[in-house]
């Protein structure tokens, strides 16, 4: 069977090969005839130049073959090829027919594993459909269990909300107020909080159940924590009490009682806030108002109506008359003095005044009115944050502290009215600056609006009190203030310790207002000396009054700090032009032709052309009694400097001053007498510089 197949095969070979060499002898004359017809030569001549280049057409036509020829040629071969190709297929068709079945074998393998394969498809398809399913299965059963564990949470917390324990009832009842008990009423809180809380809650059947028993437990806890806290708080009424150690040890650690007052019972919370109040408002006003009593018999008066800078001082006239001290012996009124410690105490405690008393110890107000206010401070800083943490309102603490303000306002009213001391009122009036800042530091704002008051009452007071100084000083009387003497006087002391204690008190704080009236006074002061000055009969006690006046004052100012400023600036030039003044008094008393002749001749030249030239006779007068007293009347100089000025170091300036313009005078004489004719015969009688100069330093050594 297989011979036959194969005969077959090769017979259908052998006739396809004669069929295709007949086929293409056939192909061969329609190209014959092809050639016969007519070509077109259009784009030829666009052909041969795109042609002329070419190396194959080049050769073709340096060997004059025919294009047709060569044609011919080209296609004849080709076709050879062709047929050459064909026959080696034709003798690969064996092999082309083993590589068809196998092909075909291979198709036939490939449709059996595709069906294998879609079988594989279609079981896998049906196992991811059943995964599918489970999962969602599973899902839903997840769901279902969170649900149930959701609720199951939901109804065991409800439950435990809800249900009141029969230990919580026995301690609510029967159970002491305690540490335990204050838990127990945490515990009862949040229950109350949740039936409350949720309308849902407020229509189960459960609560309709318990409701009863948790107002019953309510009611009770409420009688008896109300009970508890009022008895704690009556405890601040005995004498004695320790108030803040009791608010600290026993109240704050029973502070949930008032929360839950608060919470459950608003009516009850404002009846022990009530009577808290009430309490703390009486026992810190009784408080208060014996501290000030006690405070009272320690003040020390300083200063009344008539204390002031131009009062003159009042004697007793009477036998039996008790006559006021020299108001000039009372320096406290004045002179700051140790009083300005008082800026340096502010974190001292505040007195004890039983034992201040005990040792007899009195006190300028000022030192009163901080210790009063240092009290004030720290007792109202401690119930400030008490009230806050306590009963969580700061409301609370004005309500308490109406009554300590009203008591200390009280006092102050009654001692502001009678308070002649400016410098005392100063001081307050620092004091309670240096407390605001204690209080800012503290963060502590409760006493803001008071301290503030108290501040703007001060200083219309000090200001009327200023002005009354002022006014002393305008409307002094000049015939009774007046006093026979040169040194200083006992009000330009006054004024310069007054100036020199405002000043000091304002080196921190820069008050031009002050200043402003610290400039008044000082224009009143020079306005008084000059007419005391005038009073008497001479210059030269005037101005030696008024050297020692403005000496004073600036020592005074210079002691008191280097913060003298402009008013010190004005007594040195006032001090400066008075000592020029005096000297020259001083030297005309004793000197008076030498200074006469130098001022009015000793500038002319020997040779100008005047009416009458200086001649020898006219100084040998000069220069002879100088000569035979100059020692003698620099001593008296030296003498009367000693006797005129309170101050010595700032009499032998003035009087080394003094012998400093001598010896300009008569070196200025001395030259004079060189230049005038005949001079040179006055020279015996001529003083040395150096012999004047030595007397000068005589006197120098002195200081």
């Not at 839903?140 to 199951?152: H, Q, S, V």
């Not at 609006?449 to 200001?463: Q, T």
């Not at 001090?575 to 001083?586: A, D, H, Q, R």
Request: aromatic share 8%.
């Amino acid at each position: 069977m297989a011979t036959t197949t194969e005969a077959q095969s090769n017979n259908e070979i052998a006739k396809s090969v004669f069929d295709l060499g007949a086929f293409v002898g056939d192909l061969g004359s329609i190209e014959d005839d092809a050639a016969s017809d007519d070509v077109s030569l259009e784009g030829l001549e666009q052909e041969l130049e795109e042609c002329r280049n070419d190396d194959v057409v080049t050769n073709i036509l340096s060997k004059g073959t025919k294009l047709r020829d060569h044609t011919k040629g080209v296609e004849n071969n080709l076709r050879q090829v062709e047929l050459d190709s064909i026959q080696d297929y034709i003798k690969e068709s064996d092999n082309l027919v083993s590589l068809h079945e196998q092909i075909r074998d291979c198709d036939i393998i490939l449709s059996q594993m595709e069906t294998l394969l879609s079988g594989f498809q279609g079981e896998i398809g049906s196992i991811s459909s059943d995964i599918k399913i489970l999962q969602e299965k599973s899902m839903d059963m997840g769901l279902k269990l969170k649900n149930r564990k959701a609720a199951e949470s939901k109804l065991a917390k409800f439950v435990e909300d809800i249900i009141v324990p029969p230990r919580m009832v026995d301690i609510i009842v029967d159970g002491e107020v305690n540490e335990e008990y204050f838990r127990t009423l945490e515990i009862l809180s949040k229950k109350l909080k949740f039936v409350e809380a949720d309308q849902l809650i407020k229509g189960s059947k459960a609560l309709k159940d318990v409701q009863p028993e948790l107002e019953k437990l309510r009611q009770k806890a409420v009688t008896k924590v109300f009970d508890f806290i009022v008895q704690k708080l009556y405890a601040l009424r005995k004498p004695k009490t320790n108030i803040q150690i009791l608010q600290q040890s026993v109240l704050l650690k029973n502070k949930y009682v008032i929360s839950f007052l608060k919470e459950h019972a608003k009516e009850v919370y404002i009846e022990v806030r009530a009577a808290y109040v009430d309490t703390m408002n009486k026992v810190l006003s009784a408080h208060f108002r014996a501290y000030i009593q006690a405070l009272e018999k320690l003040q020390l008066d300083i200063a009344t109506s008539s204390d002031l800078i131009g009062v003159e001082t009042t004697r007793s006239t009477g036998l039996f008359s008790t006559a006021r001290g020299p108001l000039k012996n009372k320096s406290a009124v004045f002179a700051l003095g140790e009083r300005i410690n008082i800026l340096k105490d502010m974190d001292q405690p505040a007195l004890i005044p039983h034992i201040a008393e005990a040792g007899s110890q009195k006190y300028p107000y000022e030192v009163l009115f901080r210790s009063l206010h240092k009290l004030l401070m720290d007792t109202a800083t401690s119930e400030y944050l008490f009230c806050d943490d306590f009963f969580g309102e700061e409301s609370i603490f004005y309500e308490i502290f109406a009554g300590p303000f009203a008591v200390v306002d009280e006092h102050f009213n009654s001692i502001l009215p009678n308070c002649y001391d400016a410098i005392g009122l100063m001081l307050m009036i620092r004091i309670i600056h240096q407390h605001q800042l204690i209080m800012s530091r503290r963060r502590i704002p409760c006493l803001d609006s008071y301290l503030d008051k108290v501040n703007i009452a001060l200083w219309p007071r000090f200001k009327m009190v200023f002005d009354l100084h002022l006014s002393s000083l305008r409307n002094a009387n000049v015939k009774t203030l007046w006093e026979d003497d040169v040194h200083p006087h006992y009000v330009m002391r006054r004024y310069a310790e007054f100036t020199a204690s405002l000043i000091h008190l304002n080196v921190e704080y820069g008050d031009g207002q002050l200043e402003l009236n610290m400039e008044r006074l000082r224009m009143a002061i020079d306005d008084l000396l000059m007419k005391l000055a005038k009073t008497f009969p001479k210059p030269k006690p005037q101005i030696v009054f008024l050297i020692n006046n403005y000496d004073m004052t600036i020592a005074v100012l210079k002691e008191a700090g280097s913060e003298g400023g402009k008013i010190q600036l004005h007594f040195e030039e006032l001090l400066k032009s008075n000592t020029s003044m005096f000297v020259e008094e001083l030297l005309l008393e004793h000197f008076s032709d030498l200074i006469k002749f130098v001022k009015s001749r000793a500038s002319e030249e020997p040779g100008s052309s005047t009416e009458k030239p200086i001649t020898v006779a006219e100084v040998e007068t000069i220069v002879k009694d100088f000569a035979s007293r100059w020692k003698a009347a620099i001593e008296l100089m030296h003498k009367d400097v000693i006797t005129s000025f309170s101050n010595f170091l700032c009499g032998m300036e003035i009087l080394r001053a003094a012998l400093t313009q001598l010896l300009l005078y008569y070196t200025r004489l001395s030259d004079t007498i060189k230049k005038i004719v005949g001079g040179s015969a006055l020279n015996k009688d001529l003083v040395s510089i150096s012999s004047i100069m030595y007397e000068i330093r005589k006197y120098s050594r002195t200081f």
